[in-house]
């Protein structure tokens, strides 16, 4: 059986490279595209980006000649003929860009939650499949993108590399030998401060280099949540508590903590979601089992264990570097890493970062209104809660008070946004 790389070698030898459309030229798809240029059977040959440089920019970074960079606005034909001539397509518009006949596959890289249901759901409708890179849609509409997608015959998946793809990796090895797991989880590197803002965290972005609001997204906790909720939700594993333990845990205690109580852990339940502060940028997954044999096997083997439980630990993620391996599965195989057919298990529900008063409006996530907190789905739904990737925009209609979650009776939605209208497509779905 060929490798990955000679089966993309092959294709590129055959038929030329499987052609990728990306929307979202920002540092993550800036990095796709110098990572695919490494690589065989893969190319990044349109982008999109609201931005009116940002698509050349990002190939010309990517060490692309500029003047195979070509600006395309609303030719379909001269897009296809250029792609066809081995030339690389900017343009403005996602619509006009997933519609590109020549295209394979379409990318999602923007991390806004409604702008991410916007171009998945352009991409389903056009019967390409779909690498969502953006997992705050995924946890609001996760589930009804892959079931639309099944419906036309094209593939949804997160990626690997992202912490969920990384993790549903050791899950699936994990659950293919017939190991009990117990639990998943990430590490996470930021001292949780759920008053972060933007602002606060200014200098330390700039000395970073990032955006402080993707900065502060991670420090308020809120992409820790939605990541946990979508590979919760992958899985159908749950947090055993709103916002999870979030432990302060070295490495080799993992299999210790992340246990049963019986076993000297933290959790009551079994088949939890939850992370870990400490052991960052690492995932992992707990196993146990009840065979004789494979304890003394598993103990002589010298993997990290407590009683009966051990960490299956990877002690990385490459995000956006690691991404094209789920693309060429998609594209090879039609194989998903991580997508959602199960009825959703987990919510990341919007929380008031300060006192809510009638009309103030929820700016954006990483922002200085609303955190994420991750939340069993049934108790969400039983209190009425509002999930975190439809909140944007919305205008509050009664106090909400700092560290509450906020309801549904509390906000006015954005009825018109997309992913306000695919979310309560999803409770329709569920519900009926």
């Not at 050349?56 to 606005?73: F, L, M, N, P, R």
């Amino acid at each position: 059986m060929a490798t990955l790389k000679e089966e993309l070698f092959e294709r590129e030898q055959k038929e030329g490279p499987y052609r990728i459309g990306l929307v979202g030229a920002g540092q993550m798809g800036t990095g796709l595209i110098s990572q695919i240029e490494k690589m065989y059977g893969l190319k990044i040959v349109a982008v999109s980006d609201i931005m009116p440089t940002q698509s050349k920019d990002a190939y010309i970074e990517s060490g692309i000649d500029a003047e195979k960079v070509h600006w395309v606005e609303d030719d379909l034909d001269e897009a296809d003929r250029l792609i066809n001539d081995s030339q690389r397509v900017a343009t403005h518009s996602s619509q006009f860009l997933v519609n590109i006949p020549s295209l394979d596959a379409i990318v999602e890289c923007t991390g806004i939650p409604n702008v991410g249901a916007v171009i998945c759901n352009q991409a389903i409708e056009a019967s390409k499949p779909i690498i969502n890179m953006n997992v705050e849609t995924d946890a609001t509409i996760g589930h009804y993108l892959t079931l639309k997608a099944r419906e036309k015959g094209v593939i949804y998946s997160l990626v690997a590399g992202d912490e969920p793809g990384s993790i549903k990796e050791i899950y699936d090895f994990a659950d293919a030998l017939g190991f009990d797991i117990f639990a998943i989880g990430k590490g996470k590197n930021n001292p949780l401060d759920r008053t972060a803002t933007p602002d606060s965290l200014a200098e330390r972005a700039k000395k970073k280099q990032m955006s402080a609001k993707m900065l502060c997204s991670f420090v308020d906790g809120t992409k820790t949540m939605v990541e946990m909720t979508s590979i919760g939700n992958g899985t159908g594993f749950v947090p055993e508590i709103r916002g999870a333990y979030g432990p302060v845990v070295d490495v080799e205690d993992l299999p210790k903590v992340f246990a049963p109580k019986s076993a000297g852990g933290i959790f009551k339940e079994e088949h939890v979601v939850d992370y870990a502060v400490g052991p960052a940028p690492g995932v992992f997954v707990i196993i146990t089992t009840d065979q004789p044999k494979i304890i003394k096997d598993l103990n002589y083997l010298g993997l990290t264990g407590h009683g009966n439980y051990w960490s299956l630990y990877r002690p990385y993620h490459l995000a956006n570097l690691e991404a094209p391996i789920t693309i060429a599965n998609v594209v090879l195989h039609q194989h998903a890493t991580l997508d959602m057919p199960l009825v959703p298990v987990a919510e990341t529900v919007a929380t008031a970062k300060k006192d809510l008063n009638p009309g103030d409006v929820i700016d954006y996530l990483g922002g200085h209104t609303v955190y994420g907190m991750i939340e069993k789905a049934s108790v969400a739904r039983e209190q009425n809660l509002v999930p975190l990737g439809i909140a944007v925009g919305g205008v509050i209609q009664k106090p909400v008070k700092m560290g509450d979650a906020i309801r549904y009776e509390d906000i006015a939605l954005r009825e018109d946004d997309l992913i306000v209208k695919l979310r309560r497509a999803q409770d329709k779905m569920i519900m009926d």
